[in-house]
């Protein structure tokens, strides 16, 4: 068979839905002004799908910031990855500033979050240590996993009992091996709003030798009494062996770190495919980043108004009798019953009537029969907005109750491509 006829038949478990949803469920683009209140197909709507926990995103002294770094040094230097051409005062200066936040002894900073995660595991491990990991963790935890050439134990999220199991039978192969043993997991999961159970992951350190890595790209700026992250929140962030965000989130720019100590991230500097084979980051990004940590350091009512609309959102939600799930974050689920005819009925009503954008997750994401709207509450919303969102729900859950949306001969149609 051809290999490109294969890949036009069979468009992949996304793709194949692409004719109906491509540009509306799908590759929406949401113009303006990064805000709450931005504009989808013409029409203004009220924004719950940004990561920009903090609202620096728009911020005028970050935009004034990024402005002057990309008048003064442009978007190419330094040219050359950071270990040839490419490193920079300004560099070493945000991995120091970085180190100090998070109360790590050191940082090496990373272009892409995905990117980095990846190749840090692949940095870390040889074929003979082993990884254990949360069933639940984002795609590039899964990937890394995929790259690295030893054994792999994956364990049912959040579940310590089969974390310890599973440590069990990574000790005795690795005992067998002579190798060490990663367990990874997240600060907080992007779609339950949960955090990872860290306290009783570290205690597991008492009986078992590992070394943990955590992914806090949603908690960085988020969590914790500083802002440092779900280590600093459960009081365990001297216990995170190697700690990871990235800057796409409360940061609202591109890039990432990891953090830990210095040994360790001084073997990553020379041994960190992703950062020794490409181009460092470009100085608007390093300056835009120092600016921004200074802010999330100096204005700590930037995450007190997050956590004001947080607040506000979730207990209302779970006022007005929604399910919510177990969230301990600002990422707020909203589950509902439906199938798939409903699930799109449910965004489309959102959005053409109600103005309201959210993301939405369906099966395989979520078991079958499962709507989960994500709403991701930031500090640049207002206590109207989480009102009016919470009315549109309201009105939503009952058509959705009474069956308004189970047009499946409408959705048949569209996603046989008739309609
Ligand atoms: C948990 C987690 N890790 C890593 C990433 C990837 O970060 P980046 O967007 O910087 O590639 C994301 C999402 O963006 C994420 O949610």
Request: aromatic share 8%; glycine share 10%.
């Amino acid at each position: 068979m051809d290999l490109f006829e294969k890949l036009k038949k069979n468009q992949g478990p996304l793709g194949q839905h692409s004719h109906f949803s491509e540009g509306y469920y799908m590759f929406p683009k949401l113009e303006g002004e990064i805000s709450p209140r931005m504009h989808f197909q013409g029409k203004e709507m009220l924004t719950w799908s940004l990561n920009n926990y903090l609202g620096l995103a728009n911020h005028p002294e970050i935009r004034k910031a990024d402005a002057d770094a990309a008048r003064d040094w442009g978007m190419a230097y330094p040219m050359g990855a950071r270990m040839m051409s490419g490193n920079t005062n300004q560099h070493e200066l945000l991995e120091q500033e970085l180190a100090d936040f998070v109360k790590k002894e050191s940082v090496l900073l990373l272009n892409y979050g995905y990117q980095g995660v990846l190749s840090v595991i692949d940095a870390l491990v040889d074929r003979k240590d082993v990884i254990v990991y949360d069933a639940e963790s984002h795609a590039c935890i899964i990937d890394g996993v995929r790259l690295h050439m030893g054994k792999r134990f994956v364990y049912a999220h959040n579940d310590m009992a089969n974390l310890e199991k599973q440590l069990e039978r990574a000790t005795k192969l690795a005992e067998q091996t002579g190798g060490g043993i990663l367990v990874i997991t997240e600060g907080v999961f992007g779609m339950s709003g949960n955090m990872g159970d860290l306290k009783s992951v570290v205690a597991l350190k008492k009986k078992f030798n590992f070394r943990l890595l955590v992914d806090d790209a949603h908690g960085f700026g988020t969590m914790g009494e500083t802002g440092a992250g779900c280590g600093e929140e459960q009081g365990v962030q001297d216990e995170i062996d190697i700690y990871f965000s990235t800057f796409a989130k409360s940061m609202a720019s591109i890039g990432a770190f990891v953090a830990g100590d210095k040994d360790i991230m001084y073997y990553l500097k020379y041994n960190i495919r992703s950062q020794i084979f490409a181009k460092s980051l470009p100085m608007p990004f390093v300056v835009g980043a120092r600016k921004r940590l200074e802010l999330i350091r100096t204005q700590p009512e930037l995450k007190d108004n997050l956590w004001k609309v947080v607040n506000a959102l979730q207990n209302g939600l779970k006022e007005r009798g929604f399910d919510i799930g177990t969230t301990q974050s600002p990422v707020t689920p909203v589950i509902l019953k439906g199938g798939l005819a409903d699930a799109v009925g449910v965004i489309k009503d959102l959005r053409d009537n109600f103005r309201i954008f959210c993301s939405a997750v369906i099966y395989p994401v979520v078991p079958k029969g499962i709507i989960l709207l994500r709403l991701i509450p930031t500090a640049a919303h207002t206590l109207e907005d989480v009102e009016e969102t919470i009315s549109a729900f309201e009105a939503v859950k009952g058509k959705l109750f009474n069956g308004v949306y189970q047009n499946e001969e409408k959705l048949k149609q569209m996603i046989e491509g008739e309609a």
